[in-house]
């Protein structure tokens, strides 16, 4: 207890000399009163915005468990080195932009219905999103995978044509809407139902889509209906009548909607801190609320689950900072960073642009508001960026944007609506000395494009159009369905590809690399381009590892390896410091593409100074990752996910890669782990939470786990193993003998041989047929043995814990 | 066979031979057979045999012998075990009938009976050769006598597995009585 007392009072004593003179500390409770309270712990107010009010620069809002439904904006900015802080007290403070929806009554069957006054687009149950309900149905669950039905015939601008599944009668889709990712699939969108003719199988829509004919409902066309109260026929489904503002509802578990907290987007929440400087907000979760920071200057949110946001968060002004925090479930954007020295960092957004619109993405840097900037020397830093209707993280086409940092991110599971995409997008920009690097990108794998031959058009960085300025260096590109790093035409010019890791998998246009259009002062080094998946591509043939289909960039010191066939190497030829051979990846399969000891990629890159800045040994190596480096693609936080404990244990015999011990690791994460055995000793199993004799193995951690390495001394086979056949006989009868001798191994010192036992083989089939001691002469007599017969044997030597070692094969003829 | 010779010998006294002989001998046989040479190498066989005259110098003769060896087989150096049986009979002329000293040669059939046990398995054979000596019988007294004599036999077996000669020759002494 004094020891706690001092503690506390030293604390105190710190926090003066940090805030400001005058620093108020504010407290504000779902129990308090805006009219009865002062804003004390004992006396708190009841909203947020009471407190907004009143603070100033220094002081901190404590805000209690709770849920409270408001946008708070504060009154005045913080200053530098003095924020206005609204801090979550609690693991439950819900700042929420819905409205509950009450007095809920039975419909028809499962279906209950309730009066909301607003309209909305989203539906909750204690906090879990619904489902609009549609047509085909979600199957999936995940209305980010949603399920389509497939046009049968190209109706153009206005309308869809679909023989097999339109097939209601007259009339029955008036009044719905339709979702399609039309024609190319390079965007989807959403239009209201004109008309259905069901004669020609025809939904008019509109208003008609304005783009060009790539963008026409024709026959690939994708789709499906929603909007109608008919289509409400499976849990979890909604229907809002906006007309008379009557919303219908199934439960999930088709219960009373009375005994949940119901509640509907539409409401106002969140924090406004436009045009606000050196606001601190931490620790909230917002349920589908906002949190605006345009013309935001210093402002840090920290440790916020933006959750289903109204908007998508937009970033603008300079120096703002979030981190640790989840931005997810957009339907549109997650974030836009805009502005100047505005940072993204350790968050994790995920599932968004759920209508798979283009210039939408996970994260975007840049806004069309602030057109022709797209922000300078704004980072996104150590996120993790997954799930999304179409490109990870992109740029404005349009926009310009200079000195950006995009660093130790992953993005993966881009394209889940849309087509030709990628990780990271970017089209008619100017990066400015942006650098994207040691990001891991993987999983791009959108929906196939009957128009190319159904392959899937995704790539891990993509470069579409008129793009210049960036570098690209130390990344890792895996499992895209189209390219892996793409430089598309007609211009990719002054663009620095290095020290990349480019799987690719010879699928769909399938080149680790691929480079088209014109290339001026782009240059290609140092990267490590591999051919692995091994799909038929575009011309069906196997991936190129570089593929440059028009304009040749400068390249020198790349890496090629493609197992699949040697000739695919780089289309316009190897360059004179070319490598060639296999990159002896620590674990393919386990996506870790770090370079084994030996691997001929290793200190054969060229020096370039600002990108290899720290190599280990007598050059750099080749690709992502510099073995024995400190630096390794991929986040180095992730803060949401709870850790897990890998512990490796070994048996004698051997050690573990990574060394034995215990990792305390993200959940989730997958670990390659090889077993090293030492001198005389072998291999032999996993045991624990692996098991099988694949080596290395990927453990992947969604549990605490123990995998331990199993080994075997090596018995060594018998030495100077021979068989002889010879005649024995009598007078007047013979036999034939199959004669083995052999000697014992000196490999074996150490160990108590004690016999050898002799095996038959007969095709499958390893029969014992003898023994012999240790102490005798090493020779066996297998009798008798046909006259012309081939015999074979194997001879294991066999220690006094009964463990036969390694055989030595013998041939008697 | 024992009746066959029964017989023979009963022809033999039907005809009113005048002179008779039995010989009760010990001979040193040493196989022609390079791998029974191998196996056993020679020994020692006893027998014995019948004369009978058929004039003053011809006679009709029988015999028999025995001969046993162990050996070792050729690889595995397992013991063995043979033994041979050679049934002969044939005609003898002496050359000086009558005298102390009286030589001779005899030629005659021989129908040798065969048999070996080894760990490898055992065999029984039969097979039919001839054989052809020269000897001396020295007559010590009216009805005793001592032979001594020379022979080389071949006979032929053959098995499964091998085909081999059983004979050689043999030098031998025995004594003689005299009838």
């Known amino acids: 207890m004094n020891r706690f007392r001092l503690s506390a009072a030293l604390a105190v004593v710190c926090l003066a000399f940090v805030l400001p003179a005058g620093a108020t500390e504010y407290y504000v409770s779902p129990s308090g009163s805006d009219a009865g309270g002062d804003g004390s712990q004992g006396r708190p107010w009841r909203t947020i915005q009471k407190a907004a009010n009143a603070m100033s620069a220094g002081d901190t809002c404590h805000v209690i468990d709770g849920e409270y439904n408001e946008m708070v904006r504060p009154a005045r900015s913080g200053a530098a080195g003095a924020y206005i802080s609204f801090v979550a007290e609690g693991q439950s403070v819900y700042l929420n932009g819905t409205r509950p929806i009450t007095g809920w009554t039975p419909h028809s069957g499962n279906i209950w219905k309730a009066s909301a006054g607003w309209d909305f687009g989203e539906l909750f149950v204690d906090k879990q999103r619904m489902v609009l309900a549609r047509w085909p149905n979600l199957t999936s669950g995940d209305i980010y995978r949603p399920n389509f039905y497939q046009a049968t015939a190209n109706g153009g601008k206005t309308s869809i044509i679909d023989s097999v599944h339109l097939t209601q009668p007259g009339g029955f889709w008036n009044g719905a809407k339709i979702f399609m990712v039309p024609g190319w699939g390079w965007t989807a969108d959403q239009r209201d139902v004109g008309g259905y003719d069901a004669s020609s199988h025809r939904i008019s829509f509109s208003p008609a889509i304005s783009f060009s004919d790539y963008y026409d409902a024709d026959q690939y066309s994708l789709y499906f209906l929603y909007d109608k109260l008919s289509l409400l026929d499976a849990p979890s489904e909604w229907f809002l009548d906006r007309a008379s503002g009557t919303v219908y509802f199934w439960l999930p578990d088709g219960g009373n909607p009375n005994d949940h907290l119901i509640e509907a987007s539409g409401g106002s929440g969140g924090f406004d801190l436009t045009d606000r400087s050196y606001i601190r907000v931490a620790g909230f979760k917002l349920m589908s609320g906002d949190i605006k920071m345009e013309n935001a200057t210093g402002c840090l949110v920290e440790e916020v689950r933006h959750l289903f946001p109204a908007a998508g968060l937009l970033v603008s002004g300079s120096d703002n900072v979030i981190t640790r925090s989840e931005i997810a479930y957009a339907n549109y954007t997650g974030v836009w960073l805009a502005g100047t020295r505005n940072t993204l960092s350790k968050c994790h957004v995920h599932h968004c642009n759920y209508y798979g619109q283009t210039f939408n993405a996970l994260v975007v840097l840049g806004h069309r508001k602030y057109w022709p900037s797209g922000g300078s020397r704004n980072s996104i830093v150590d996120c993790s960026l997954h799930d999304t209707g179409r490109d990870g993280v992109m740029t404005v086409g349009g926009q310009d944007i200079s000195d950006c940092v995009i660093e130790h991110n992953e993005i993966y599971n881009a394209g889940l609506i849309a087509k030709d995409l990628a990780g990271f997008y970017s089209t008619t920009t100017n990066g400015g000395g942006t650098v994207i690097r040691y990001n891991i990108v993987h999983d791009i794998w959108p929906k196939e494009s009957p128009q190319f031959g159904s392959v899937r058009l995704g790539s891990g960085i993509y470069f579409d159009v008129t793009n210049s300025g960036f570098a690209v260096h130390h990344n890792v590109v895996y499992r895209t369905a189209g390219y892996g790093i793409q430089l598309n035409g007609p211009l990719t010019l002054n663009t620095l590809v290095y020290n990349n890791t480019a799987v690719g998998s010879g699928g769909g246009w399938g080149d680790a690399i691929h480079s088209a259009g014109q290339l001026g002062g782009t240059v290609l080094a140092n990267n490590l381009v591999v051919i692995l998946d091994g799909r038929k591509g575009w011309d069906n043939q196997l991936g190129w590892c570089i593929n440059f289909s028009d304009d040749v960039a400068v390249y020198h010191h790349n890496g090629y390896y493609n197992p699949l066939t040697s000739t695919r190497l780089n289309n316009k030829g190897l360059e004179g410091t070319a490598v060639t051979g296999n990159p002896l990846f620590t674990c393919s399969d386990g996506n870790d593409f770090s370079l084994l000891a030996g691997s001929p990629m290793i200190n054969t890159g060229a020096v370039i100074p600002g990108i290899t800045d720290g190599y280990v040994g007598a050059a750099p190596d080749l690709g992502a990752y510099e073995r024995g480096g400190s630096k390794r693609p991929g986040p180095r936080d992730k803060w949401w996910l709870p850790s897990q404990i890998l512990t490796l244990q070994t048996g004698v015999g051997g050690t573990t890669s990574p060394s034995p011990g215990a990792y305390t690791l993200d959940q989730g994460r997958s670990v390659c782990v090889a077993a090293v055995a030492d001198f005389h000793y072998r291999f032999t199993n996993w045991s624990g939470d692996a098991a099988g004799d694949a080596n290395p193995v990927t453990v992947t951690l969604d549990s605490n786990k123990t995998v331990k390495a199993n080994f075997q001394r090596i018995i060594y086979p018998p030495a100077n193993a021979t068989g002889t056949k010879v005649l024995n006989r009598t007078l007047s009868k013979a036999e034939f003998v199959s004669v083995l001798t052999w000697e014992a191994n000196s490999e074996n010192t150490g160990l108590n041989i004690v016999s050898y036992k002799i095996y038959r083989i007969d095709g499958n089939a390893r029969t014992a047929i003898g023994t012999v001691a240790a102490t005798a002469e090493l020779k066996f007599l297998h009798r008798p043995v046909g006259k012309d017969a081939t015999s074979t044997y194997e001879i294991v030597a066999v220690t006094n814990e009964l463990k036969e070692g390694e055989a030595a094969s013998v041939t008697v003829r | ?179």
């Open chain 2, 1 to 179: 066979m024992k009746k066959m010779f029964v017989m023979g010998l009963m022809v033999v006294l039907a005809a009113g031979a005048a002179f008779g002989s039995i010989v009760l001998k010990a001979t040193s046989f040493s196989p022609s057979d390079a791998d029974f040479k191998s196996l056993y190498g020679g020994g020692m066989a006893y027998g014995g045999e019948l004369s009978f005259g058929l004039s003053k110098s011809l006679e009709i003769w029988v015999g028999a012998s025995a001969f046993s060896k162990k050996g070792k087989t050729s690889y595995t150096q397992e013991e063995t075990s043979l033994s041979l049986i050679p049934l002969s009979g044939g005609l003898k002329w002496r050359i000086r009938p009558g005298k102390v000293v009286s030589p001779y040669l005899a030629v005659g059939a021989e129908y040798v009976l065969y048999k070996e046990s080894a760990a490898i398995g055992d065999v029984s054979a039969k097979g039919i050769g001839f054989i052809g000596k020269g000897g001396l019988l020295f007559q010590v007294a009216g009805f005793l006598g001592i032979d001594a004599h020379v022979a080389y036999s071949s006979c032929s077996m053959k098995t499964s597995d091998f085909t081999f000669n059983v004979g050689g020759l043999e030098l031998g002494a025995g004594v003689v009585f005299i009838f």
